[in-house]
């Protein structure tokens, strides 16, 4: 298994450029997730999705927009870059929620994203 | 608003040497989570705690849930250069939500 696969690596935007992140696990997990990464910050949830067709916004959603056709894609979209988005993006999935026995979550390598 | 204090920020120690950081939250939480980030890359679960009280080892990790559910503890015995990463604490938070402290970062001198 490949886990959780992350494109691009990195990415420099132009202010109101917009982008996809990719994200794609083969692992079957119902449960994916968005997360951006500040420096020297913790991770904060931006969107999750607990199966196909079904996506909700976690803490910080504005800005950002995202789909779930499929189980294994969980693409993210950014519409209108802006400066203050310039974080490390990171897709996770899960086969269960976060307080479920198996529900820990499992990372990508994460997208470098620079907004100029 | 809920507050996730985890200390100490940053720790220098000598290779051999054991290690202990915390996290503290002004909030009650219900499961609480240790992972690891290694430069560049995502982090990786390392202990889940799922219970008040509950101490959970692995391998040479230890880490307890506070009684009061409103703290958690991570120990490392013998520390060996490749433990060097940041390590948070990840309380959840609602059903789908994990809540991350800023992170201990350590560095292992050898």
């Known amino acids: 298994n490949a886990g959780v696969t992350q494109t691009p690596k990195f990415r420099i935007l132009k202010i109101g450029q917009s982008m996809t992140l990719q994200c794609t696990q083969d692992?079957?997990?119902?449960?994916m997730y968005w997360y951006r990464q500040d420096p020297g910050m913790g991770l904060k949830l931006i969107y999750y999705?607990?199966?196909?067709?079904?996506?909700d916004k976690g803490e910080v959603p504005n800005g950002y927009n995202v789909s779930r056709s499929t189980t294994e894609d969980f693409p993210l979209r950014l519409e209108l870059a802006a400066p203050s988005q310039t974080s490390v993006y990171f897709c996770a999935s899960s086969y269960q929620p976060p307080g479920g026995a198996r529900g820990g979550q499992f990372f990508g390598p994460g997208t470098r994203l620079t907004v100029l | 608003g809920q507050q996730l204090n985890q200390s100490p920020q940053s720790m220098f120690i000598q290779e051999g040497e054991d290690v202990s950081m915390n996290c503290t939250s002004s909030s009650i939480f219900n499961t609480w989570l240790w992972y690891k980030q290694d430069p560049g890359e995502g982090p990786v679960l390392l202990i889940a705690l799922y219970k008040a009280g509950e101490l959970t080892s692995n391998g040479r990790l230890t880490a307890q849930f506070g009684i009061t559910r409103k703290d958690s503890f991570l120990n490392i015995s013998a520390s060996i250069p490749s433990d060097v990463g940041i390590y948070f604490c990840a309380p959840r938070r609602g059903a789908n939500n994990l809540f991350f402290g800023t992170g201990t970062r350590l560095t292992v001198i050898p």
């Open positions: 692992m079957n997990h119902n449960y």
């Open positions: 999705s607990v199966g196909a067709g079904i996506t």
